[in-house]
């Protein structure tokens, strides 16, 4: 199915993302699975317009998460950074920092600076999972941090990326969010990480050793009513991931009906029931991309609900589109195989399914 079948009214800019995903990315797919980070590509979708949807004057989160989709649709690594790269547009143009709105934002949003999102600690911190690995001290001209983030993604050595960190006074323990750059004193980044089919994704691990965090690029001081703000957009932009997993997983189980429709008809699950479960799950992902402030605990339990099926869906059609493609799918070089591995990536990364469960479980009703 084109980009315009697949939705109803696809802008300028979907079309415009629909042909960098398939004349530069999708040729590069096997590449990028083996290590290469797309750096071009990366930048290729900002000058699409793909990171600035959701950060505009007329929000429109929807057209943000449907970029997200179509780079999904041919390699998870590259739509993980693309939620990364407008993860970190989603801090700036949530916060009360106007200097850095109109300097760091517009070369976010055009990707001419590229970024991540080092959120995977505070997430899991602020729900009784791990301890925050940052702390910060208070000087004259901001703060200076230290402690080290293991996982911080879509990063080069010069790269942007938010930090939340503690700092205890007299009063107490507070949490502080802001902007760390990759080559500034004090910051040193390794690229260590040996990831299963997300090796192209940049990801490196940080230490702070006293570095300064100047006020400049701090976000929230303290965090808490800005953290309100920005969660559910930063969880149901990932969904973007599971819509284009889910549609690539359908494409795959169609291009075997010919040869191997006799056989495969005797699975349990065929495409038209992975396309009606994508259908019901796209229509409540697009109706929660119209009001992303939305601060309600209702409307979070919806985002959080939505992110979990899309990841469960994730898995479940790259298992049965591995089912349906047999022996071909599992070469070493086979689409399926490739997809089967990123689609668990959808169910691990921050917040995995178990944290998920665990936000469910433990967040009021309503």
């Not at 629909?18 to 980070?37: C, F, K, W």
């Not at 668990?344 to 944290?355: C, D």
Request: include cysteine; hydrophobic fraction near 40%; glycine fraction near 10%.
């Amino acid at each position: 199915m084109t980009l315009q079948e697949r939705i109803a009214d696809p802008s300028a800019m979907l079309t415009r993302v629909d042909a960098v995903a398939a004349t530069q990315l999708m040729p590069l797919v096997r590449e990028i699975d083996s290590g290469l980070y797309p750096e071009d590509i990366m930048r290729a979708f900002g000058t699409a317009g793909a990171y600035g949807s959701h950060v505009s004057p007329d929000i429109d989160m929807g057209q943000t998460i449907q970029a997200i989709a179509r780079g999904g649709e041919e390699c998870i690594s590259t739509a993980f950074c693309m939620w990364c790269q407008n993860a970190l547009a989603w801090y700036v143009a949530s916060s009360d920092n106007t200097a850095l709105k109109a300097t760091l934002l517009p070369k976010i949003a055009k990707g001419e600076a590229l970024g991540g999102t080092g959120l995977s600690n505070p997430m899991k911190t602020f729900f009784g999972i791990e301890k925050m690995r940052l702390k910060g001290t208070r000087t004259d001209k901001g703060y200076t941090v230290r402690g080290s983030l293991p996982w911080v993604s879509n990063v080069g050595e010069d790269g942007y990326f938010g930090i939340v960190f503690s700092v205890e006074d007299e009063s107490g323990i507070k949490h502080v969010m802001a902007v760390a750059r990759g080559d500034q004193p004090g910051v040193k980044t390794v690229l260590d990480h040996d990831f299963m089919s997300m090796a192209g994704t940049a990801t490196r691990s940080v230490q702070f050793r006293d570095a300064l965090i100047e006020d400049l690029f701090i976000l929230a001081d303290p965090i808490d009513s800005y953290l309100q703000k920005i969660r559910p957009g930063f969880v149901l932009m990932q969904t973007g991931m599971a819509l284009g997993m889910v549609r690539s997983s359908i494409k795959l189980m169609e291009q075997v009906r010919g040869p191997l429709g006799h056989v495969n008809k005797y699975l349990e699950k065929q495409p038209e029931d992975f396309q009606a479960q994508l259908d019901e799950l796209e229509a409540e992902i697009m109706e929660l991309a119209k009001t992303p402030y939305d601060t309600s605990i209702g409307y979070f339990r919806r985002v959080i609900t939505a992110r979990l099926l899309g990841g469960e869906a994730s898995t479940e059609a790259a298992h049965f589109a591995m089912l349906h493609c047999g022996a071909r799918g599992f070469v070493s070089q086979g689409a399926a195989q490739r997809r089967l591995r990123e689609s668990y990536f959808i169910a691990v990364v921050t917040p995995a399914t178990k944290q998920l469960r665990k936000m469910l479980a433990e967040l009021p009703a309503a």
